[in-house]
């Protein structure tokens, strides 16, 4: 028997129908945009000026776009997703950012050559890898020696609090087995552990840095729909929930205005951010 989390997981790729557009509009604003400018802002000066950067896990294009606006336009990127739905937004809302080739990827088995990337970019994707040792050696593998490998992660629910809210607020709307789907976005925060992993695999100058940011003026509504609404969570609740979408998406409006305050609403938010570069020789 599959338990939920394992269930959550192996479906993370169902970004189908509206969940995209739904993701980039609600829960972009506030869980990307302030992430993907700090990713993007720690590593342009480390990137050369006719370098070749490899995005994985682009989603929407929003960590994408922030990559473009701090790096010189001479800097080529691909970004690439596994996803289909979420890639084709990605175009069509961002496919005209300059010198950026948007393309479908597996993340654990990449289809370039290796050394041939100056700098591999995750914002929070290698949570969703099925086997993260193996996504982080692919990043390592197509890096040149010397070339640097950055990505995100959230830190725990306890230290987001309005998504573990959204979180138990929808689990009350099931009789049993209530989706788990937020639990792999904000499951895999152990800084010792994800350090591990990368000295494994020919990885050198290991940075770690705790990320926290007041997000503020926000909808609770919208946060909510985001949480609702803007993930594969959402088909468990239209396939088992005892109330609908909107219905649940109200009572997360609620529960997150009896923690904040009536809307807008400021927030915190956390996640943990890894800098490191490929050794050479």
Known sequence: ????????????????????????????????????????????????????????????????YYLRQALPETVSITATDLNPAMLGFAKSKRGDLANVTFGEADALSLSFEDNGFDAVICQFGIMFFPDKAAGLAEMVRVLK???????????????????????????KFFESDPPQFLHIPFGFYDIDHIRG??????????????????????????????????NPGVLEINERANADAGEITKAVTEALEAEYGPSPIT???????????????
């Open 1 to 64: 028997m599959v338990n939920p989390a394992q269930k959550a997981e192996s479906s993370h790729t169902e970004f189908t129908g509206s969940i995209p557009e739904t993701y980039d509009t609600y829960l972009g604003p506030y869980l990307f945009e302030f992430s993907g400018y700090d990713l993007a802002n720690r590593v342009k000066n480390r990137i050369p000026e006719d370098g070749k950067v490899l995005e994985i896990a682009c989603g929407t294009g929003i960590s994408t």
């Open 197 to 230: 992993l990368m000295a494994k695999i020919q990885l050198d100058n290991i940075e770690s840095h705790i990320v926290s940011e007041k997000s503020e003026g926000f909808e609770a509504s919208n946060i909510a729909k985001g949480a609702v609404e803007g």
């Open 267 to 281: 927030t915190e938010l956390q996640e943990i951010v890894f800098i490191a570069t490929k050794l050479i020789g």
């Open 145 to 171: 020696p010397g070339g640097m490998l950055a990505f995100n992660v959230w830190d725990s629910m306890e230290n987001n609090k309005a998504v573990k809210i959204a979180h138990e607020t929808i689990s």
